[in-house]
């Protein structure tokens, strides 16, 4: 006789991964994985609204650089929100400081100051995450930012390579994208 906890067990999952991380297009990718994981830990794309190159030059750049004076914005109205923008990235930042914060009426050299060490240190910890164990970095089209067809393609070769080189064990699942050449390590889907 079978115990009776081997009924109502589930399904082994087919994909077990250590850590779930989140590439961005929207910050509705790192809000799902933190509620469907239920891990608080952050990351560099978290909160960004980051076009897919973007990835590219913050792995290769350093999260922080994003964030140097030079290229650092201040943008009044962004969809009824004040915001930052950085033109090494062309990211944009809606969640850098709480909703209260008047954040405009700061020196771009002290919100330089302030976001580069938190970028330093978030960019410190995905790499050292990344070094054991399975990762799953997750990306979300970001539809009028993102390249189609061979652009595309070239951008995902360079993304894997990179991702390669910081989490030798990982996956890469691209949700909303149109079909692309089949890569290892990379899965896609489509979300609601």
Same mark, same amino acid.
């Given at each position: 006789m079978q115990p009776f906890?081997?009924?109502? +067990?589930?399904?082994?999952? =087919?994909?077990s991964v250590d850590r779930a991380i989140s590439l961005g297009g929207l910050c509705e990718?790192?809000?799902?994985?933190?509620r469907l994981s239920r891990s608080g830990r952050a990351y560099v794309f978290d909160w960004w609204i980051t076009p897919l190159s973007a990835v590219s030059i913050a792995l290769n750049?350093?999260?922080a650089s994003a964030f140097s004076p030079k290229f650092l914005v201040k943008v009044p109205n962004y969809d009824g929100l004040p915001a930052l923008y950085s033109r090494l990235t062309a990211t944009v930042h809606l969640h850098e400081y709480a909703k209260t914060a008047d954040f405009l009426a700061l020196d771009v050299e002290a919100i330089a100051a302030t $976001?580069?060490?938190k970028y330093a240190a978030l960019h410190a910890r995905l790499l050292a995450d990344c070094r054991a164990g399975t990762t799953l970095f997750v990306r979300q089209r970001l539809d009028r930012h993102?390249? =189609?067809g061979p652009d595309l393609e070239n951008a995902l070769d360079r993304l894997c390579a990179q $991702?390669? +080189?910081?989490a030798p064990d990982?996956?890469?699942l691209l949700l909303d994208y149109?079909?692309?050449r089949p890569r290892e390590r990379l899965i896609q889907a489509t979300v609601q």
């Open positions: 906890w081997r009924f109502r +067990s589930r399904a082994a999952p =087919r994909l990718v790192a809000f799902q994985l933190r750049e350093g999260a $976001l580069q060490e993102d390249p =189609r $991702l390669a +080189s910081i990982h996956r890469l149109e079909p692309v």
